[in-house]
């Protein structure tokens, strides 16, 4: 295909998707920002060195198949002959559901879209979930309950600009989405984190709290605007339902209760209401911190209340929202690679949803599996008696990001066969037994959706190297070879978003309006139907909720929610708790980042935040390794000590692989509802790598 010389496109990581151009130069691809209003002509360190991942030198450029043991180069037919001949072998002797698929939320919509086809059709397997669920799934499920609907923020990013107050809750966008900071410029920023991060830095009142203690607060928050008389009583009475029962919740949690529970003081509780209820346009935002506990949904249903009870959601100028992570974090849920939905998101237990989309895909709908199980709980299936033989990732890398990791890697050791495709040798590619190289972002075209809910068109600006193919060639060849009909996996990007638009049409996320000629002019936002109400081009939908919610009553709902514990208390063998999210630096398991040269050198290797006292009384001093040690397993990373933070907690990042793998700590505790695991509270004990008495020479984390 003819390359073109320059395109605009978006960046390839986080959900901000900041606008960019790249052109081809003689020395090389040049990414420069545009005006896109995300990041208007601001990018992040990831995002400046982003070409340097089109010539990684260790890139995947052809098929690779394990034969005795090793890893060897294949050709196309090979390998792909080898992956059906083994899935079709296993399907016969187990069944369908033998065979599992495990997405990523970096994948583009069409990709999204045609791999939860293949997954029940090509496949017939009910087993397919992503890296999703460990991202936004309990602020989905809150989301849904009160609202009706989940789109990650309901309104655009610029409308942050103008507020006069925003709480952040769980979020570190100065470091996870740096060009988002120039909208938080004017507003009084309140931050709840057990951190005192760069964002922290930035606020106008940093609330600290105890890993896992936000719902707490949040009643406590809640508690303090009802009896202070700061709730917007017209705006509950006609706009939502349930406030009742979720007050008499809050009234347990007076504030001094709050505060023992919470370590936040009374006065800054206090004063975090007074700021949001004054201000005349404000908005709640929350981030992973506030989210990933095995209470997330509740935390974020206690958030959403305390919106509700300021008269927030729905009204102009103020909100709540979530904000959503991976480039294609927010379309990547949309259209099927959950276990549970279907294109447009649609249940796929809907029999009405089943029957719609089972017409676009030309089955009938009984061809369809039912749902299938959360990524944890699928990871924790592979090789056991009834769990998967076989399983097929896409755009993630579980070895490294999946909670108490050495479990899962040797679930994952245990499987007959294991297929990854990537455009990396990840630690998980390196475990397969067929490797399936890929094209990356500046080699496609395609479209993403922002954390706005935005439809976003990503360019291809050069042919991949070597013998590189799409994921959507991957899965027209295998679809094939598994005795599909060769036109039912379109391998021209536009031609599956054509049909994912009908797929989607009627549904919640409905994209039938949309198409790549008006993405190229027009900024869409989900839902944008065929038709708009006069009979015109739909126009989409930036700004939801603003003239009633998503239920059938228009109502949105309070949840009469509860705080406990989390799943892990201290005691003495684990006297700490250990929290882990992001630097600015890496991105999520650092496949990708870590092969950046410019982002290797700027944040090399594991490390752990320690307060100095905690670092004394365990023997550790400043660039020493530590041991982090939980009941699953042990970490060794470089100690920082932070003077800010909590003296009963750490913290750690958990893009590093080897031992310096934050996960070989975590909790897998599930939310009951989002099947979210515990990524930010684990119990865990620190000394110095190696223990005192032993004199071997320091290591580096691998
Ligand atoms: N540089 C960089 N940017 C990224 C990514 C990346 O890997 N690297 N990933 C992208 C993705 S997929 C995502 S999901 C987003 C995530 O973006 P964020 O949600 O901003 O990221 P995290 O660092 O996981 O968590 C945010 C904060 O939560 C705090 N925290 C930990 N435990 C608790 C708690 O119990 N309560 C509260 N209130 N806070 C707590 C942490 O100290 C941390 O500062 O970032 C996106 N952007
Ligand atoms: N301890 C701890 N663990 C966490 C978190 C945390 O806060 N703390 N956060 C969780 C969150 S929010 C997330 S989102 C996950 C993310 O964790 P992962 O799912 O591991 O995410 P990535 O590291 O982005 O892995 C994506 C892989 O897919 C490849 N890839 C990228 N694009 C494509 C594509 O288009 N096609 C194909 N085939 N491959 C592609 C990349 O090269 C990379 O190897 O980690 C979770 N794990
Ligand atoms: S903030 Fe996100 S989208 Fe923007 S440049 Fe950085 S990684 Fe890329
Ligand atoms: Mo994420």
């Not at 029957?355 to 369809?368: D, K, M, N, Y």
């Not at 490294?400 to 998980?428: G, Q, Y």
């Not at 944008?528 to 003239?547: I, K, Q, V, W």
């Not at 060794?636 to 080897?658: C, E, K, N, Q, W």
């Amino acid at each position: 295909m003819p390359e073109p010389r320059t395109v605009a496109t978006h960046c390839p990581y986080c959900a901000l998707q900041c606008g960019t151009r790249l052109t081809r130069e003689r020395a090389g691809v040049t990414v420069v920002p545009t005006d896109f209003p995300v990041n208007r002509g601001g990018l992040c360190q990831k995002g400046w060195t982003a070409a340097s991942l089109l010539d990684i030198p260790d890139r995947l450029v052809h098929p690779m198949v394990r034969r005795g043991g090793e890893l060897v180069a294949a050709d196309w037919d090979t390998a792909l002959g080898t992956v059906a001949d083994r899935l079709l072998g296993l399907r016969a002797e187990h069944g369908p559901d033998a065979v599992a698929v495990f997405g990523g939320g970096g994948l583009t919509n069409e990709k999204a879209y045609l791999l939860g086809k293949f997954a029940r059709l090509a496949l017939g397997t009910s087993r397919i979930d992503y890296n999703g669920r460990f991202c936004m799934s309990s602020a989905a499920a809150a989301g849904n309950a009160a609202f009706g609907l989940d789109r990650g923020l309901p309104f655009p990013v610029t409308d942050l600009g103008a507020a006069d107050a925003v709480l952040l809750a769980g979020a570190n966008p100065a470091e996870t989405m740096p060009p988002l900071m120039q909208h938080l410029a004017r507003p009084d920023l309140v931050v709840i984190d057990p951190r005192r991060t760069a964002t922290a830095e930035r606020a106008a009142l940093h609330l600290q709290p105890a890993p896992g203690t936000d719902l707490a607060l949040a009643l406590g928050l809640l508690h303090i605007a009802v009896v202070d008389g700061w709730y917007d009583d017209g705006y509950v009475r006609e706009r939502t339902s349930g406030f009742d029962a979720a007050r008499q919740r809050a009234m347990t949690w007076w504030p001094e209760r709050v505060e023992r529970v919470t370590g936040v003081p009374v006065g800054a509780q206090r004063a975090a209401v007074r700021m949001l209820a004054r201000a005349e346009r404000a908005y709640v935002l929350t981030g992973r911190g506030a989210e990933q506990h095995s209470k997330g949904t509740d935390t974020v249903a206690a958030f959403i209340n305390l919106s509700l009870a300021l008269g927030l959601p729905g009204r102009e100028g103020s909100g709540y929202g979530c904000l959503t992570g991976q480039g294609n974090g927010q379309g990547g849920r949309e259209h099927g690679q959950k276990a549970d939905q279907l294109p447009g998101y649609r249940m796929i237990t809907d029999e009405a949803a089943r029957e719609h989309v089972s017409r676009i895909w030309g089955v009938p709908p009984e061809t369809l599996p039912g749902p299938g199980s959360s990524a944890y709980e699928l990871l924790n299936g592979l090789g056991t008696p009834h769990g998967p033989r076989a399983m097929l990732v896409f755009g993630s890398n579980p070895a490294v990001s999946a909670p108490h990791a050495a479990h899962i890697t040797a679930r994952l050791s245990s499987l007959d066969f294991l297929v990854v495709a990537d455009f990396v040798p990840s630690e998980t590619a390196r475990m397969a037994d067929v490797v399936l190289p890929v094209t990356q972002w500046a080699e496609e075209d395609g479209t993403m959706t922002n954390l706005e809910g935005r439809v976003l068109r990503r360019r291809r600006l050069q042919n991949p190297p070597g013998h590189v193919r799409s994921d959507l060639e991957v899965l027209h060849g295998l679809a094939r070879r598994l005795g599909e009909p060769a036109q039912r996996y379109p391998t021209a990007p536009r031609e599956v978003f054509e049909e994912l638009r009908r797929a989607s049409a009627g549904g919640k996320a409905d994209y039938s309006g949309i198409d790549y000629e008006r993405l190229d002019t027009e900024a869409l936002y989900w839902p944008c139907p065929a038709e708009g109400p006069d009979g015109t081009a739909h126009p989409g939908t930036p700004r939801l909720f603003l003239h009633g919610f998503a239920h059938p009553d228009g109502r949105a709902r309070f949840a009469a929610v509860e705080h406990r514990a989390a799943a892990e208390s201290v005691r003495a063998e684990f006297p700490l708790l250990a929290t882990t999210g992001r630097e600015l630096a890496q991105y999520q398991s650092g496949a990708q980042t870590r092969r950046v040269a410019e982002l290797d050198a700027a944040a090399p290797e594991a490390f752990v935040e320690v307060h100095p006292d905690t670092a004394e009384r365990a023997g550790l001093r400043a660039g020493a390794l530590a041991v982090v040690t939980s009941a699953r397993g042990e970490v060794v990373a470089r100690v920082r000590l932070v003077a800010s933070m909590r003296t009963d907690t750490v913290f750690l990042p958990f893009h590093f692989p080897g031992d310096g793998r934050a996960n070989l700590l975590t909790n897998p505790a599930l939310d009951p509802r989002s099947r979210m695991p515990e990524f930010k509270v684990a119990a865990v004990r620190i000394g110095p790598h190696p223990p005192p008495g032993i004199t071997a020479a320091e290591e580096v984390p691998a």
